[in-house]
């Protein structure tokens, strides 16, 4: 297994202990990192796969075994209605796995790995658009915000946006293992959920304009808040 310089506290073990939360369960970066080992056989020969993307174990154990097989992983929208899986599928040569193959049959050849991730776009005005995005390139983003943010392994990152974006997945979770700090993922980004983060010791929050104006609106989840958001970072994507 080429294991990159992604991801690199997480494949160091620097911080065996810390957790990655989420709404089905709770891994240790130790159980994370032996799990995606153990399912590293079954990406062999394959260039890219494709998984739905939700906060679970095996969505999250299926991207770090991927990324460090060096193998492309394309994030599926759980929610992406049957014509546009097929157009996502078929353009980028992905093979379905997870609980993404027991809904599709891929198929065609293999591909050649096209960088750590290919991201689809929305496909508003037309087709989704697949922008592959390198494993250095990510590396020197990570890098960059943390020390823009003073990022370290001592943060509590907590959010609750999509998986198959750059914000959630890239910054959100992968930036979490990858500086080796622990990831809160709320499964949804409401107020409450937020404000019981905050409670519980979160640092690091990420969440688009949208959410922040739920936040602020919410009255009581607010007022839980404010006793310790003047501690804590919260960021903001357009």
Known sequence: MAETTLLRSLVGGAHPGARVVLPDGTLTHADLLAAARALAPAFAGQGRVAALAQPTRDFVTTLVSATLDEVT???????????????????????????????????????????????????????????????????????????????TADDVLVHGLPLNHV?????GLLGALHHGCDPIHTGRPTPAAYAASAAAGGTLFFGVPTVWGRVAADEESARGQCGVLHRRRMVRHR
Request: glycine letters at 14%; a negative charge.
């Open 73 to 151: 992983l394309v994030p599926v929208p759980d929610d992406l209605g049957d014509r546009e899986l097929d157009h996502i599928l078929g353009d980028s040569g992905a093979v379905a796995v997870g609980a993404l193959a027991d809904r599709v049959r891929s198929t065609g050849a293999p591909l050649e790995s096209a960088g750590a991730l290919m991201l689809y776009t929305s496909g508003t005005t037309g087709a989704p658009k697949g922008v592959p995005i390198s494993a250095a390139g990510i590396v020197s983003c990570l890098d960059g915000l943390a020390d823009a943010w003073s990022w």
């Open 167 to 171: 914000h959630g997945l890239v910054l």
